[in-house]
């Protein structure tokens, strides 16, 4: 636990993983022994990671907080120093959350769709209000945080906030029990749904309207001729049969044009032959 034989090691460690901004020892009193970067020693008899190295002989302990030195959202990770089985001191190093605070912060969909992640303790690391970062406000009574705690099995779910606004949400966490969750109001969120359904109803009916006028119109136009051959075949019934049945096309009213001008011919030719006789 000499402080000059500690610190050449602490800046190997720390240049041999430059994502740790701070490598550093504190002996079981909480006081900073040696550091990485250099700069002054700090008091760390409050953090919990020392806290359960030393009081609670955990191997390794972790904590989210803000950084002494960084002051910025950090993940510290703690192992004991032994010497003949004794603890002696606490080895630990720092790393930011920054970047992966800057993702998690700045996610948004529309107007009220964020994210946000807390550590196993339900402690904020990363959310879009800073305040609640920088003050390591706890979110045990969130639903979706409440809801991962009880099993630790992702979900999804719809809650009511305290603003009477319906929201859904999704939750999903890592072995250790660190939670991501994405939430929006469920107004927004289903109203390019409820937009495509009125679009899709609109048209359904305007397709009704559309069929039902082409339906009108074709029927119309399918029984003007055939009235026409059933009056036709009325007056050659009563014996009119001077007029010649006009047709064209060569569809089915077509073809019963051409059979009903046939049986006139054929009429009025008999009666000729009739009157003849006579």
Same mark, same amino acid.
């Given at each position: 636990?000499?402080?000059? @034989?500690?610190?050449?090691? $602490?800046?190997?460690?720390?240049?041999?993983?430059?994502? /740790?901004?701070?490598?550093?020892?504190?002996?079981?009193?909480?006081?900073? +022994?040696?550091?990485?970067?250099? #700069?002054?020693?700090?008091?760390?008899?409050?953090?919990?990671?020392?806290?359960?190295?030393?009081?609670?002989?955990?191997? &390794?302990?972790?904590?989210? $907080?803000?950084?002494?030195?960084?002051?910025?959202?950090? $993940?510290?990770?703690?192992?004991?120093? #032994?010497?003949?089985?004794?603890?002696?001191? =606490? /080895?630990?190093?720092?790393?930011?959350?920054?970047?992966?605070?800057?993702?998690?912060?700045?996610?948004?969909?529309?107007?009220?769709?964020?994210?946000?992640?807390?550590?196993?303790?339900?402690? +904020?690391?990363?959310?879009?209000?800073?305040?609640?970062?920088?003050?390591?406000?706890?979110?045990?009574?969130?639903?979706?945080?409440?809801?991962?705690?009880?099993?630790?099995?992702? *979900?999804?779910?719809?809650?009511?906030?305290?603003?009477?606004?319906?929201? &859904?949400?999704?939750?999903?966490?890592? #072995?250790? *029990?660190?939670?991501?969750? =994405?939430?929006?109001? @469920?107004?927004?969120?289903?109203?390019?749904?409820?937009?495509?359904?009125?679009?899709?109803?609109?048209?359904? +009916?305007?397709?009704?309207?559309?069929?039902?006028?082409?339906?009108? +119109?074709?029927?119309?136009?399918?029984?003007?001729?055939?009235?026409? /051959?059933?009056?036709?075949?009325?007056?050659?019934?009563?014996?009119?049969?001077?007029?010649? =049945?006009?047709?064209?096309?060569?569809?089915?009213?077509?073809?019963?044009?051409?059979?009903?001008?046939? &049986?006139?011919?054929?009429?009025?030719?008999?009666?000729? *032959?009739?009157?003849?006789?006579?």
């Amino acid at each position: 636990m000499r402080p000059e @034989e500690q610190a050449a090691t $602490l800046a190997a460690i720390q240049r041999a993983y430059p994502w /740790m901004y701070l490598v550093f020892t504190v002996a079981p009193d909480g006081k900073n +022994v040696a550091r990485s970067d250099g #700069k002054p020693l700090a008091d760390y008899s409050d953090r919990q990671y020392y806290k359960d190295v030393v009081a609670n002989g955990k191997a &390794l302990s972790w904590e989210t $907080l803000i950084g002494k030195t960084s002051n910025k959202p950090a $993940l510290v990770l703690s192992v004991p120093i #032994k010497a003949n089985g004794a603890v002696i001191g =606490v /080895m630990a190093a720092a790393m930011t959350v920054e970047d992966i605070s800057k993702i998690v912060a700045n996610w948004k969909v529309g107007r009220t769709g964020f994210a946000f992640l807390v550590d196993e303790k339900a402690k +904020v690391v990363a959310h879009p209000r800073e305040e609640f970062v920088l003050s390591q406000t706890h979110l045990n009574d969130h639903p979706l945080i409440s809801a991962f705690a009880s099993d630790g099995q992702p *979900r999804s779910m719809s809650f009511t906030q305290t603003d009477g606004e319906q929201v &859904l949400g999704f939750v999903q966490g890592n #072995k250790f *029990r660190w939670a991501l969750a =994405v939430q929006q109001n @469920e107004e927004e969120l289903f109203a390019p749904l409820r937009l495509t359904l009125k679009l899709g109803l609109a048209l359904l +009916v305007a397709a009704a309207i559309l069929v039902a006028f082409i339906a009108r +119109v074709s029927s119309k136009l399918l029984l003007r001729p055939i009235l026409h /051959m059933t009056d036709v075949a009325d007056r050659m019934s009563m014996g009119e049969l001077d007029t010649p =049945v006009s047709f064209s096309g060569h569809d089915e009213i077509g073809l019963l044009a051409q059979s009903l001008e046939r &049986l006139r011919k054929s009429q009025r030719a008999a009666l000729a *032959r009739l009157q003849r006789g006579a």
